[in-house]
């Protein structure tokens, strides 16, 4: 990510970089109303989706969410996706508001967005207002590829063509398009006759039109939507529609929490159906917990998956739930960490030095807390001692049983967020689920440390007259009750934060079980039609680098799952991929992430390799 080069002129940002204006130096702020914010008219329905190249200091997206809040007649949701390929520095983000004489306008809304802008890292970072969801995408414009959502208007506002050729050629224009509905606007402040052209060369209609003041400006509109025949379409974000807006979760840890906050904020009904006959029972229930990332190379896949989760779940906690973490170490305890650790001393978001890593978006997390205030935040109606069963289908609605309650039905979706259960119910053939049995030490507090500490296992900071470390991994044990030995497995395991001398007093353990799959990552999304698969895909082994039919799904059925012991961090993409299934709106994270979380990647895996018939 490239810090921009700006300075001031006649107090309008100035772009040493290309030479430009961010925006008019004189009337900025009407001339962007006219060429974007107000341009057009707001619709009633269900959620709109607005995409932007070049974000610069949101000067367009405050005047659009500005406009869209005072509007009586809007959708229900707003989806506002922007692409920034040059980094600002949030304190000449205000400046630049000052120097506009519009910063007590936007006061509110841009100290809400500061309060959580991202570090100089490319990522996608994902912002919540009321009624509109903001991602920001950190990255030059060819990031377009890795996008994925439907865009009803585009705004194009990147310096002018003639400084900026690359965000208005026609390799970017194409990717415009391919994530554009059929009739989708295109508004832009530019007349230049390049994109004019290029604009027509990927089948926009595009005509020069009246611009602010006297001068000219582009409008477009897609008039044939863009079909790409994929290589991968069995991985493929497929919207299957629903009857009304119930929808039941099967299970009560962190996964089912944030997934039923994020359905409640695009206006569904959640119930909750757990087994246990409280919230605390599960593996989401400890008394504390850390939330941290995995440190791998910066070309693993599982890396940069484990680290977006990680920052966005910190955003989402500190945004949603007012959490302020103060941060956690993690230690390279063997030369193949220290290796690692090392490839990343560059990452904004790992403070290294030698074998140790200090992650400022981390922290002590209070999982009871979390999991408890997400349920109520989303007013979800929880069905305590509800052991699930199986389901059965009726005019497209589920209806579920269950061994010790009576059927409930008329659910439009159905997600099983079943944690280490998820063995018992899922059985596809190339799908391996492990339940790991995982045990944490209660000890009285003995070592003062503000920040956790992570290393073979990890200490918390004390909280009131307790202090946790763990956990153990086992695969083969499935004892619900405490054991000595692992008590005296973790106290072992942090002999390298000890001086010798503390006193350790054990005054419990508790036992949780996880979910895990065979390469680590979680498994989300929609539940899949294996005998389609089996039949469609079956000749991948000859035909992989060839285009694919369209999956089939078992409609409405999804799962979240295999989280293992990060799903305090996975969760919140989690949650954004299964609503944009549900939904059809822009994932909030990378579309390159989903063939490694897809349900289907194990069969579609030994499909490749000719090893099903």
């Known amino acids: 990510m490239k810090k921009a080069r700006v300075i001031f002129k006649d107090n309008t940002p100035y772009s040493l970089d290309f030479e430009d204006f961010y925006f008019n130096s004189h009337q900025g702020v009407d001339e962007s109303k006219f060429i974007y914010a107000e341009a057009f008219s707001w619709q009633d329905c269900e959620s709109f989706v607005i995409a932007e190249t070049g974000f610069g200091i949101g000067l367009n997206f405050f005047l659009t969410l500005q406009s869209f809040l005072k509007a009586k007649k809007r ?86 063509p003639s400084k900026n050729l690359t965000m ?56 044939k939507e863009v079909q790409i025949p994929s ?65 791998l190379k910066p070309e693993s896949i599982l890396g940069n998956f484990s680290l977006s989760a990680f920052v966005e779940a910190s955003r989402f906690y500190g945004q949603i739930l007012g959490l302020n973490l103060k941060g956690v170490y993690e230690f390279a305890h063997n030369e193949q960490m220290q290796q690692r650790f090392l490839t990343q001393k560059n990452n904004a978001y790992f403070k290294i030095t030698q074998n140790k890593a ?50 409930r039905q008329e659910f439009g979706n159905l997600i099983y967020a079943l944690g280490a259960d998820a063995k018992e119910f899922v059985h596809y053939e ?99 039609d294996e005998e389609f698969y089996k039949e469609n895909y079956k000749a991948l082994l000859w035909h992989k680098d060839k285009p694919q039919i369209l999956p089939q799904n078992i409609p409405n059925l999804y799962f979240n799952f295999a989280h293992g012991s990060r799903a305090f961090s996975s969760s919140v993409l989690a949650a954004r991929y299964i609503c944009a299934l549900i939904n059809d709106e822009p994932l909030g994270f990378y579309a390159d992430f989903i063939p490694y979380i897809h349900p289907a990647r194990f069969l579609i895996r030994k499909l490749k390799k000719g090893l099903l018939s």
């Open 75 to 160: 959708p229900k949701r707003l989806f506002y996706v922007s692409v920034e390929g040059f980094y600002l520095e949030p304190s000449f983000l205000r400046e630049a508001y000052e120097r506009l004489g519009i910063y007590e306008e936007f006061k509110e809304l841009l100290e809400q967005f500061l309060l959580f802008y991202p570090k100089c890292a490319c990522g996608i970072y994902r912002f919540y207002f009321k009624d509109c969801f903001l991602d920001l995408v950190f990255d030059d414009i060819s990031v377009l590829k890795r996008l994925d959502f439907k865009a009803d208007i585009w705004y194009l506002d990147g310096f002018t």
């Open 168 to 223: 208005f050629d026609e390799n970017t224009l194409f990717e415009l398009a391919r994530l554009s509905k059929l009739n989708a606007k295109v508004f832009t402040f530019s007349a230049s006759s390049f994109l004019q052209k290029n604009l027509k060369n990927c089948d926009f209609e595009a005509q020069k039109t009246r611009g602010f003041k006297k001068r000219e400006m582009i409008k477009a509109f897609l008039k």
């Open 231 to 295: 290589k991968e379409a069995y991985f493929q974000k497929i919207s299957t529609p629903f009857k009304g807006k119930k929808v039941a979760i099967i299970g009560a840890g962190i996964c089912a929490a944030v997934l039923a906050y994020e359905l409640s904020l695009r206006g569904f009904e959640v119930e909750i159906f757990e087994k246990n006959l409280t919230l605390y029972e599960g593996a989401s229930a400890n008394e504390s917990g850390i939330l941290s990332s995995l440190i």
């Open 358 to 407: 200090f992650l400022d978006c981390g922290g002590h997390i209070y999982p009871r807390e979390i999991v408890s205030n997400l349920f109520k935040k989303a007013k979800a109606k929880i069905h305590f001692n509800h052991h699930f069963s199986h389901y059965e289908r009726k005019d497209g609605d589920f209806i579920l049983h269950f061994k010790n309650a009576p059927k």
């Open 430 to 528: 190339a799908m391996l689920l492990s339940k790991v049995r995982g045990q944490v030490t209660h000890l009285r507090p003995f070592l003062k440390t503000k920040f956790p500490l992570s290393s073979k296992a990890y200490i918390c900071p004390a909280k009131e007259d307790l202090q946790v470390i763990g956990a153990t991994y086992d695969r083969l044990n499935e004892n619900e009750k405490s054991q000595v030995e692992d008590d005296e497995e973790n106290l072992f395991n942090i002999k390298e934060f000890l001086k010798g001398d503390e006193k350790i007093e054990i005054v419990g353990s508790r036992v949780g079980f996880r979910s895990y799959s065979s390469d680590r990552f979680c498994i989300v999304g929609a539940a899949y």
